[in-house]
């Protein structure tokens, strides 16, 4: 079975994450260090340091990610953004290596009607310096597949395996998101179209570059271009897609991260966890 967890609340102190997950029943945890639309990196002292590390030993070192902020664009034509975007990287996995968490996941930006293959050099220029400024370091950083929206990068499969072929570092992987995926044409609904779409994630980014899951159903029908996350088996994939990942033997050590609204409105929760650990049998 993947490793089942959930985004949960870090305010007060980013140790208190494994206590909040541990509630719900995560088993995999993802958190914002910083308040997500506004610009800064992880700010961390010795006390912070020493108890974050005491909580994750406790909870047994399970998968922890960062999620950056949203404001991060390397695709853009505004050099002093894509400045401030690759600053904010190098920031955030430097305190992921600091904390000795698993990664940090990221939105590679918008081209802003440029073209994919306009910006490819440009991203590749701005993610390498990321990880030159972020050496020597442990954590990785994972390109998340986008709904594609308004220009932005990462929405087809091809354009994450041309970016981690561009940059050719072995500490980028990627994460996969089931809503935006399917918000950008792949279909989740049924067994043989959640199969499918691992298919093609496996020929052309491969399995050994998927780092974790984010576990979204979708508001929105397939190929609408709009993310927008519902609870599992309340949106427009349904639990049979569902099901058929989580029991798919590709994915039987991965991480699946709830990002859904929850059904109190208040975020991933052990209701959408019990949904998924039935749906996995």
């Known amino acids: 079975m993947p490793i089942l967890g959930g985004h949960v609340d870090s305010s007060g102190g980013l140790h208190l994450a494994f206590e909040r997950a541990a509630a719900m029943g995560f088993e995999s945890i993802q958190v914002h260090p910083t308040p997500p639309n506004y610009w800064g990196s992880p700010k961390l002292d010795d006390d912070r340091v020493e108890k974050f590390r005491e909580a994750a030993a406790a909870a047994g070192n399970p998968p922890f990610y960062f999620h950056a902020v949203y404001l991060i664009n390397l695709a853009g034509d505004d050099a002093t953004l894509r400045q401030r975007s690759e600053s904010t990287l190098a920031g955030y996995l430097a305190a992921a290596d600091t904390l000795g968490i698993s990664g940090v996941v990221f939105h590679t930006g918008s081209h802003k009607g440029a073209g994919f293959e306009t910006r490819l050099p440009t991203i590749t220029e701005h993610l390498k310096h990321v990880m030159e400024r972020a050496d020597p370091q442990q954590a990785r950083l994972l390109i998340e597949n986008n709904a594609g929206q308004g220009g932005c990068v990462g929405a087809r499969f091809e354009e994450i395996r041309a970016m981690l072929d561009a940059v050719g570092d072995p500490r980028i992987n990627a994460c996969f998101d089931t809503c935006h995926a399917f918000a950008s044409g792949y279909d989740e609904r049924t067994p043989e179209a959640a199969r499918q779409t691992l298919d093609d994630w496996t020929r052309v980014v491969g399995l050994d570059r998927l780092e974790a899951v984010h576990c979204n159903d979708s508001q929105t029908g397939l190929g609408s271009n709009r993310d927008r996350h519902a609870n599992i088996g309340d949106g427009e994939i349904g639990e049979a897609g569902f099901a058929a990942l989580l029991k798919d033997p590709r994915l039987a050590k991965v991480p ?26």
């Not at 991260?257 to 049998?281: H, K, Q, S, W």
């Open 256 to 281: 699946f991260i709830l990002e859904v609204p929850g059904f109190d409105g208040r975020g991933p929760d052990a209701r959408n966890l019990e949904i998924l650990r039935r749906l996995a049998g």
